[in-house]
């Protein structure tokens, strides 16, 4: 025990350097875009690390030239129904392979597992001309309803209804509760915590989603935020403050969500990486 | 398995006294009832997975421009033909070849120096760091690209102007200069990934029993002994599955890069397989060319996926 921690004082050291490096790394290009979005145009030329005045120029310059308001609510919207659907058809489907043997069980599970071997790139092409036939391409429920999904979470809530004592169950169960009762009395109360982080999750990656709304809609009253960033990147090419001002506003929900359930947000990422 | 043994036993119960008829529909309604439950996640599963990977083999053997109104000509396998002979697509192959290796250290070798030499900071100062290296994975793709475009500008930018004022260097353009593009790519998908990466490895580190690093140290194994035969091959799983994530995804996560920044000029130079399989789809509309590549790029990483999945079984070490 004390060889490995006084071999280690000089490493830690080492350690605390180059963790240091990586987080400014990381928080530099964060803190530049803030800055460059603030500062004054007559001194934009200037780079000094630190603020030089303060304006929001940029900003309104933003949400006059791109209908902002319409974006957020598109993605705000989309981000919502796509969190709520997943979660909801993953929650049923984990239940059911939690807790019943049936026939074909294994097969049905080695099929949601298979999707993940399919990248969206795949099936984009046949996906997209079902959209265009339904006539959803430019609305909500085209880039709602094909992500409506998620193995991820189904084999996350999968995992988390399997570790559940099978007593509470059985005790429901000759309460006379029915298997519905008990999925929405007795688990999902105690799941709560689980199905705020992966909402989350699934929230945050719904909100920085591109490639599909990409396909889907080109339009700026039906797109969504990050279509918008882009079409403002590809006009305005050069305007340095105005395009931060956008950048910010784009990330600024997430990140603020991030910031208050910062630990939740970082300890389920990492258990579904480890998953 | 109970209720397979009770099945026979209560038809025959029903044959006999026809009249009690409530234990066989309710035995019924138990086996329906887990199928009910898995409706809808399977529904929508069969119709935005498994429908188009079945209808993407079909479009690779018809020439279509993905208008409603036009007809599919089947043509048998000369999409496949074409695209096996495609300049474009040799040098797609060989680019994401360049982004998965060039990835590596980002998501590898870096991330495992990091979680070994920080391996055991503990506290508010290991939170606070956790938190912001982090940070890049919520950071929308599309304001990841826009954000370093404005850093590396090659007049305007902070590292040009830093590098001008500092070593007086004439200004460089990362995302301009052909011989430049990929590498600048590579490095911010590898700026977005680096601090997952981390936390994954210093994660695996912690769920290690402390008793094998404290054994190593009585038997007199010194700092670097005790990562090379401990720490690494108790990290091996890690290792091969951020390894399999950077060779499946390495191309989705370039995509957006690549998109906005070589939106026209560069297209050809900085491709990879994901951007080809898109424009053929959508900007030449030669949906044969686009649905040959899909499937053709399905079966390879498929067969990686095996692969990889074979090798952890054969060589990781678990701590059990």
């Known amino acids: 025990m004390i060889g490995v921690q006084t071999k280690s004082t000089a490493s830690r050291l080492i350690g605390h350097a180059l963790i240091i490096g990586l987080c400014l790394l990381v928080a530099f290009p964060l803190y530049w875009m803030l800055v460059t979005s603030v500062r004054p145009s007559s001194d934009f030329f200037n780079i000094s690390l630190f603020p030089t005045g303060f304006t929001l120029e940029h900003y309104q310059y933003v949400l006059s030239n791109l209908p902002f308001g319409r974006l957020f609510l598109n993605t705000a919207a989309m981000a919502s129904a796509r969190t709520l659907a997943q979660v909801l058809t993953a929650l049923l489907a984990a239940y059911a392979f939690a807790r019943w043997n049936f026939v074909g069980k294994r097969f049905l599970f080695a099929m949601f597992t298979f999707t993940w071997l399919v990248p969206q790139q795949v099936t984009m092409i046949p996906n997209y001309v079902l959209v265009s036939q339904l006539g959803w391409l430019n609305a909500l429920a085209g880039l709602i309803v094909p992500s409506m999904v998620s193995t991820f979470a189904l084999f996350l809530l999968f995992q988390q209804i399997k570790g559940f004592p099978q007593d509470l169950f059985d005790a429901a169960r000759v309460d006379g509760g029915s298997s519905w009762m008990i999925l929405w009395q007795v688990l999902v109360p105690n799941l709560r915590a689980v199905i705020a982080s992966l909402a989350i999750l699934q929230f945050i990656s719904a909100w920085n989603d591109y490639f599909w709304p990409l396909l889907v809609s080109n339009r700026m009253e039906t797109g969504v935020l990050q279509l918008g960033l882009q079409a403002f990147f590809t006009q305005e090419g050069d305007l340095w403050g105005p395009m931060m001002a956008a950048a910010t506003l784009t990330a600024l929900p997430i990140f603020v969500v991030y910031v208050i359930l910062q630990r939740q947000v970082v300890d389920s990422f990492i258990k579904s990486g480890l998953r | ?320």
């Open chain 2, 1 to 320: 398995m109970a209720d397979e043994l009770q099945m026979p036993f209560a038809s025959r119960r029903t044959v006999s006294r026809p009249l009690v008829q409530t234990p066989r529909v309710r035995l019924n309604l138990e086996r329906v009832q887990p199928f009910l439950y898995l409706l809808p996640a399977l529904v929508l599963v069969f119709i935005w997975v498994y429908r188009p990977l079945i209808e993407i083999v079909g479009l690779s053997f018809n020439q279509w421009n993905l208008l409603p109104t036009s007809p599919k000509t089947p043509v048998g396998w000369a999409n496949y033909q074409l695209v096996l002979g495609l300049p474009e697509i040799h040098r797609a192959l060989l680019n994401t070849l360049v982004y998965t290796l060039g990835l590596l250290p980002f998501s590898i070798v870096i991330p495992i120096v990091i979680a070994i030499f920080t391996y055991g900071i503990r506290g508010r100062a290991s939170t606070l760091y956790r938190a912001i290296i982090f940070t890049p994975v919520i950071i929308a793709p599309v304001v990841v690209t826009v954000l370093w475009r404005w850093i590396l500008h090659p007049y305007s930018g902070v590292v040009n102007k830093g590098l001008q004022n500092l070593f007086g260097l004439a200004p460089i353009n990362f995302m301009g200069d052909p011989l430049l593009m990929i590498p600048t790519i590579t490095f911010i998908t590898g700026w977005g990934l680096v601090g997952f990466c981390t936390l994954i490895f210093a994660s695996s580190l912690t769920n290690i029993n402390r008793d094998y690093l404290e054994a190593a140290a009585i038997d007199g194994a010194n700092y670097w002994q005790i990562i090379r035969r401990v720490m690494l091959p108790l990290l091996s799983p890690s290792i091969l599955f951020v390894t399999l994530l950077t060779v499946l995804f390495s191309s989705q996560w370039t995509f957006v890069h690549i998109n906005i920044l070589s939106l026209s000029s560069f297209r050809a130079t900085t491709s990879n397989i994901y951007t080809v399989l898109y424009d053929y789809g959508f900007r030449s509309f030669n949906i044969g060319i686009s649905s040959a590549s899909a499937v053709l790029m399905f079966i390879g990483f498929g067969a990686i996926a095996i692969i990889f999945l074979w090798l952890q079984n054969r060589f990781s070490f678990y701590d059990s």
